[in-house]
């Protein structure tokens, strides 16, 4: 399937999923995760429409930069967001090259982010990615740590980034509602940090991925991340 078939289906499926959850098609960004793809496959997706792109490193991003801005593609239109993990000593490159960093999971990490943007003048929207089963990823924190309390305090002093919402990967299943648990979790999560914590914002509910986003929709999801879906599978690492 080409570029074009694969995002027609998958806005088809987000539509669809929508219209079950009763919420407006405009509740649910499309993100497109470009990891591993070339820039081409970037700009053929930017040319279907996306506008909003996931990448994994900042190395990998930052090599593929020349050939974005070479193909004329306006970097004012399209986000790119990190969505794998950073680590601190790599916050200043990632501060200055995306839109957006969605898996911050330390205070020092967001302390680093805050100093970084106010460096590079900008600042920068930034999701928490949560840890939704110790066996789930290797990422993010846990919804009982401290350090998640000590981060929701912490961030209304760091005026360079922009508190947003929350970000998850659940554990893999072929089975969707074995996976459903986990986003009502998160969004539940989401409900009640959002009670406790009433100077931040928490619009941003970022869960679902290719197998499994229109169950993520179902259960709140703002933004879905989609990768083999549109640009098809990735080679093995
Ligand atoms: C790779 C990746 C995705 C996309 O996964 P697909 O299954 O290819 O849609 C989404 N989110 C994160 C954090 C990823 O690393």
Do not use: W
Not at 12 to 30: D, F, G, N
Not at 164 to 188: H, K, N, T, W
Not at 206 to 227: K, L, N
């Amino acid at each position: 399937m080409s570029i074009v078939e694969s995002i027609a289906r998958v806005e088809e499926q987000i539509a669809e999923a929508c219209r079950r959850a009763m919420r407006p098609r405009e509740s649910v960004h499309l993100m497109a995760v470009s990891k591993t793809h070339p820039a081409e496959l970037i700009v053929e997706a930017y040319g279907c429409g996306i506008r909003l792109f996931g990448e994994n490193r900042v190395q990998e991003f930052a090599a593929k930069q020349p050939a974005l801005q070479a193909s004329g593609m306006s970097s004012d239109a399209a986000s790119f967001h990190l969505i794998g993990p950073l680590q601190s000593n790599k916050s200043a490159r990632a501060a200055q090259i995306f839109d957006g960093i969605d898996s911050v999971d330390s205070v020092r990490l967001a302390q680093r982010l805050d100093e970084a943007c106010a460096a590079a003048a900008k600042r920068l929207p930034i999701l928490i990615e949560i840890k939704l089963s110790p066996e789930a990823t290797k990422h993010g924190v846990s919804p009982d740590a401290d350090e998640l309390h000590e981060l929701l305090e912490r961030l209304p002093d760091l005026k360079n980034v922009m508190f947003r919402g929350l970000m998850a990967i659940p554990p893999y299943s072929d089975d969707l509602e074995q996976v459903r648990p986990y986003f009502r979790r998160l969004r539940a999560l989401r409900d009640s940090l959002a009670q406790k914590y009433p100077a931040l914002q928490f619009d941003e509910l970022s869960m679902g991925m290719s197998h499994d986003f229109p169950v993520a929709i179902e259960e709140g999801s703002t933004v879905v991340r989609v990768g083999t879906a549109i640009f098809g599978a990735r080679p093995p690492a």
